[in-house]
């Protein structure tokens, strides 16, 4: 991923798609612009998750976007997406970097700054930092960080920092302000009436 990373970071989550079909948001968020997604589906099975995980990855290469896969390297792997991104109780980054293909990206969630340290002194190509604001996306969210704490941590490390929790069209360009070269965003564009239009609401607004 390197220093730029786009500044629309979307997250399909399986907890909160309803009816919705991963495949379909998937396209509609690239059809919108979104060159960045990831998808999350923590109680679906293994099988499940490749086969999106697969279907995702193709229609990313058709649009030259990137996709990550949230918890699963393996399944990042098999699946042909651009890389895993890691919870701080799933495999270390180090060891994840030898279940992946070379090329493969890692990102990183981190809710300290002490974690936001060690990801630093990591292999990891990018560090998710949150939740900044209160968020529907967790049933335990770890404590809500705010602006101050994206500063702080922005101040301790050089790779690119996503904000993640929280974030919406009316807060994301403070977000932006207050450090960070992206924001994820879910509930704000899963929950949305038109989810393309929503897209392009958050690109018009980041600038991308």
């Given at each position: 991923?390197?220093?730029?990373?786009?500044?629309?970071?979307?997250?399909?989550?399986?907890?909160?798609?309803?009816?919705?079909?991963?495949?379909?948001?998937?396209?509609?968020?690239?059809?919108?612009?979104?060159?960045?997604?990831?998808?999350?589906?923590?109680?679906?099975?293994?099988?499940?998750?490749?086969?999106?995980?697969q279907e995702i990855a193709g229609q990313a290469r058709r649009w030259n976007a990137l996709f990550i896969v949230?918890?699963?390297?393996?399944?990042?792997?098999?699946?042909?997406?651009?890389?895993?991104?890691?919870?701080?109780?799933?495999?270390?980054?180090?060891?994840?970097?030898?279940?992946?293909?070379?090329?493969?990206?890692?990102?990183?969630?981190?809710?300290?700054?002490?974690?936001?340290?060690?990801?630093?002194?990591?292999?990891?190509?990018?560090?998710?930092?949150?939740?900044?604001?209160?968020?529907?996306?967790?049933?335990?969210?770890?404590?809500?960080?705010?602006?101050?704490?994206?500063?702080?941590?922005?101040?301790l490390t050089r790779k690119p920092l996503v904000a993640i929790g929280g974030i919406t069209l009316t807060n994301?360009?403070?977000?932006?302000?207050?450090?960070?070269?992206?924001?994820?965003?879910?509930?704000?564009?899963?929950?949305?009436?038109?989810?393309?239009?929503?897209?392009?609401?958050?690109?018009?607004?980041?600038?991308?």
């Amino acid at each position: 991923m390197g220093s730029r990373i786009p500044h629309l970071y979307a997250i399909i989550d399986a907890a909160q798609m309803g009816a919705k079909s991963p495949l379909l948001v998937a396209e509609t968020l690239l059809l919108a612009g979104v060159r960045l997604i990831q998808y999350r589906d923590k109680t679906g099975t293994s099988r499940r998750l490749y086969d999106v995980s697969q279907e995702i990855a193709g229609q990313a290469r058709r649009w030259n976007a990137l996709f990550i896969v949230n918890d699963r390297a393996d399944i990042a792997r098999s699946s042909g997406a651009h890389g895993v991104h890691l919870g701080q109780e799933d495999l270390p980054v180090e060891m994840a970097r030898r279940v992946l293909r070379d090329g493969q990206q890692i990102g990183i969630s981190t809710h300290t700054l002490a974690q936001v340290s060690q990801a630093e002194s990591s292999s990891a190509d990018y560090v998710a930092f949150g939740p900044i604001f209160a968020t529907r996306s967790k049933d335990r969210p770890d404590p809500v960080v705010g602006l101050d704490g994206l500063r702080q941590a922005r101040a301790l490390t050089r790779k690119p920092l996503v904000a993640i929790g929280g974030i919406t069209l009316t807060n994301a360009p403070a977000v932006i302000e207050a450090g960070a070269d992206s924001v994820a965003v879910i509930h704000d564009l899963l929950a949305a009436e038109d989810i393309g239009a929503r897209a392009r609401e958050f690109l018009r607004l980041l600038g991308e």
